[in-house]
């Protein structure tokens, strides 16, 4: 029997897993492989099969902002431990407009914690970033030194190698069921495998209560989120020289810089969501969406988005079409809370935005499990199941 077990293997369970390693013995890791092909793939998906999710400090909310300070900041240090780099300060800006306030709400709490921020107008944006097509009453934020953005991928990699290097067990599996037994908990796997440990960790995201891992019912919403990916040719990298991730205000959207995918190609990526979005409950749905080609409507609207914002796109002749899973909580934050007598410990919900602290709330989840005394600035009334 293992003592901790941490299932789900994505940002936040990775992270978790090589914490608990750093902290203690006796740890064991189920979470599979990316699959080498979708379509016929039977078992669960991830949202982290990606190069590219964004990191930076500012953001309208002081947890979030936060906990993306304290992982920006051992970045390097996971990069060095591993030798596997995932991490490239590109900078941020936010496009922002008249009335509206997220370029506001994000400076107050990133100049609270540290960052360093300067505010553009029109014409400074231009100046700068000339590849933009920008309204002459735009207002940008911009954030350098630590935002930018990570490839998901080679992260959950590094912390994944770090975890097996400090004595981990990796099981390569997916878990179908966490059962109390009488000296702790048996996980079972898709593969028919059992797993005893005294107490686990649960990061298993959309994917949770589809699966029937918890025996609580924990109010989230999954919902579809469709991507969309325009290829940048090399000779075409240079018209977008410097180019920052971005948070487009008025659509919500989030843009990332020319990325270099594992196909050889680069590919400048759009993603938005809201509330009319798909919402995921069971297996056959998540199996279904991770599977297809996503919102045809979102597609339409993304695309026509990403042409209006960087008229040079209006001759990119190779579109890409992708999917992911977000789950949100009822409070907007992850919930980091025992659900079974002390033993499981649900870390779940990244709302969207859990990449970039990821780090850190596995940190949080790992010395939660060891009954280490709460330290952390964040409310941990904020952080419980109810």
């Known amino acids: ?24 013995d006796g740890v064991v890791v189920i979470g ?22 964004m990191t930076r400090i500012v953001d309208p909310i002081p947890e979030w902002s936060m906990t993306a300070k304290r992982s920006i900041a051992r970045y390097r240090e996971l990069e060095q431990r591993s030798g596997i780099s995932f991490y490239t300060p590109a900078g941020y800006l936010g496009l922002g407009g008249p009335e509206l306030h997220y370029n506001d709400r994000c400076a107050a709490v990133g100049i609270s914690q540290g960052a360093t921020l300067e505010r553009l107008d029109a014409a400074q944006i231009r100046q700068r970033y000339p590849f933009l097509n920008v309204a002459d009453d735009a207002d940008g934020l911009t954030e350098y030194g630590s935002a930018g953005y990570i490839s998901p991928r ?4 590094a912390q994944s190698m770090l975890a097996e290097n400090g004595g981990a067990t990796l099981v390569k599996d997916a878990a179908v069921s966490i059962s109390p037994i009488s000296n702790g908990l048996e996980i079972g796997t898709l593969s028919g495998a059992s797993i005893k440990a005294e107490k ?14 918890v ?22 990298l240079a018209d977008f020289a410097n180019m920052p991730t971005m948070i487009h205000c008025e659509s919500d959207a989030y843009i990332l ?52 914002i960087f008229p040079a796109l209006n001759a990119c002749d190779n579109w890409h079409v992708d999917t992911c899973a977000t789950t949100y909580t009822m409070s907007g934050l992850p919930i980091i809370d025992y659900v079974n007598n002390d033993r499981v410990l649900i870390t779940i919900g990244g709302c969207g ?11 949080i989840a790992a010395s939660t499990l060891l009954d280490h005394a709460w330290q952390h600035q964040i409310d941990r009334e904020r952080l419980r199941f109810s």
């Open 215 to 236: 025996p609580k019912n924990l109010n989230l919403n999954v919902y579809g989120r469709t991507v969309v990916l325009a290829e940048i040719k090399e000779n075409e």
């Open 257 to 308: 810089p020319p990325i270099r995918y594992p196909d050889g190609r680069y590919y400048l990526k759009l993603g938005n969501g809201s509330d009319a979005d798909e919402r995921l409950q069971s297996r056959d749905e998540l199996d279904r969406w991770f599977k297809g080609s996503g919102s045809e409507t979102d597609r339409r609207d993304f695309t026509d988005l990403m042409k209006s």
């Open 200 to 213: 686990a960790i649960v990061a298993t995201g959309a994917f949770t209560q589809a699966w029937g891992l």
């Open 154 to 157: 080679s992260m959950v990699k």
């Open 32 to 53: 599979p492989d990316e699959p080498a092909e979708r379509t016929s793939h039977n078992g669960v998906f991830a949202s982290h099969y990606d190069e590219g999710r």
């Open 1 to 24: 029997m293992y003592k901790y077990a941490v299932v789900g293997n994505g940002l936040i369970g990775s992270a978790a897993a090589r914490h608990l390693t750093d902290m203690t």
């Open 353 to 363: 935005k859990g990449a970039k602290g990821s780090d850190e709330w596995g940190y």
